[in-house]
């Protein structure tokens, strides 16, 4: 009788694939991620709309944040809606500060293509927009955006 | 002679380093889509410039205004926000060449006709400082879609393709024949008419 005669011990064999996979994730990963940006302080639920357009560069965009404070500071500053420029509540007067901080921290070329994206929430006012609106004219930051959630 | 055969690197921790790095990104990303509609404001005039009133016809704009209880008023007609965009699209078009409706001029547009005629109509949005953010957007995405879809139509008609799959220069000429004309006012209280 033939017998199958096994040589040498037993192997497990070898993965050598997967790490290209993984690689493969990381870089995906690499590629489509924006590091988080501030810490929110007020709570923005966006507007709907159908006839949104994407935002082409996510780096020549700057944010300004309307919108009731969260819940652990409205002890501190009330549930009207403020505006959250970076990572704290100002008033519509610091804006032109922060378009100045935001147009010097560009390249020469890019400041023309400067985008304000207003991310409000939908439940404000508008009269706190019209005020950011204006000031952002005066400080001649015309290229603005609403951002807005995408409906069908 | 025996052949020498070089020893395999080992690369079994590369896996793992990638798969910190994974974890890593995966903790920090954000995916969410920046997107909304995009608006071009107009400059502040000049303190010394005199403020005159350009010269527009009255039958080449359209005024929309919100006031503070959401309600929207077309022209001189308090108007529900689903008949909004078919309205701005009449005004737009204006198929029967009506008086009260903008008036068209022949504009020689590149690579495409001569004298297409390009309406001239204005829509103009008013909104009072009590209109509620959902509304304005509500407004504006109407106003947005009823030109996309005068894009759509032009594209349609003239390249056999949606707005969409057109060539870039194509929709420079579609852009071109429908501009969007859209002014966000000076801000003014509509008040509670």
């Known amino acids: ?152 | 002679m025996s052949k020498r055969k070089t020893p395999g690197l080992n690369t079994q921790s590369t896996a793992d380093i990638a798969f910190l790095l994974l974890c890593y990104f995966l903790m920090v990303s954000t995916m969410d889509q920046q997107s909304g509609l995009q608006r071009r404001l107009p400059p502040m005039p000049e303190k010394d410039q005199k403020v005159d009133d350009q010269k527009v016809n009255r039958r080449n704009i359209i005024i929309v205004k919100i006031n503070s209880a959401d309600r929207i008023l077309a022209g001189s007609e308090p108007i529900d926000i689903s008949q909004l965009k078919d309205k701005v699209k009449e005004f737009l078009t204006n198929p029967t060449d009506d008086p009260n409706l903008p008036e068209k001029e022949p504009k020689n547009i590149e690579g495409f006709r001569a004298d297409y005629p390009v309406s001239k109509g204005v829509i103009s949005l008013q909104n009072d400082r009590g209109t509620s953010y959902r509304a304005y957007i509500a407004v504006q995405n109407e106003l947005v879609k009823a030109v996309n879809e005068l894009r759509n139509e032009f594209g349609m008609q003239y390249f056999g393709k949606p707005f969409a799959k057109l060539t870039e220069e194509q929709q420079d000429i579609a852009k071109a024949a429908v501009p969007q004309n859209i002014s966000e006012a000076e801000p003014k209280d509509v008040g509670k008419r």
């Open chain 1, 1 to 152: 009788m033939a017998t199958f005669k096994r040589s040498g011990k037993k192997d497990m064999p070898e993965l050598g694939t997967s790490s290209d996979i993984v690689f493969m994730f990381l870089f995906f990963f690499m590629v489509t991620t924006q590091m988080r940006q501030d810490e929110v302080e007020v709570s923005v639920k966006l507007p709907e709309a159908s006839e949104v357009a994407k935002l082409e560069r996510k780096d020549l965009a700057s944010y300004i944040n309307v919108g009731p404070p969260t819940l652990n500071y409205q002890a501190k500053f009330g549930t009207d809606a403020r505006i959250q420029l970076n990572d704290s509540f100002k008033t519509v007067d610091d804006i032109r500060d922060f378009i100045a901080a935001e147009r010097d921290a560009m390249s020469e070329a890019d400041r023309q293509f400067m985008t304000v994206s207003i991310k409000a929430d939908q439940d404000v006012r508008m009269g706190i927009v019209t005020d950011i609106k204006q000031e952002l004219r005066r400080c001649s930051a015309l290229k603005i955006m609403y951002n807005a959630r995408k409906t069908e």
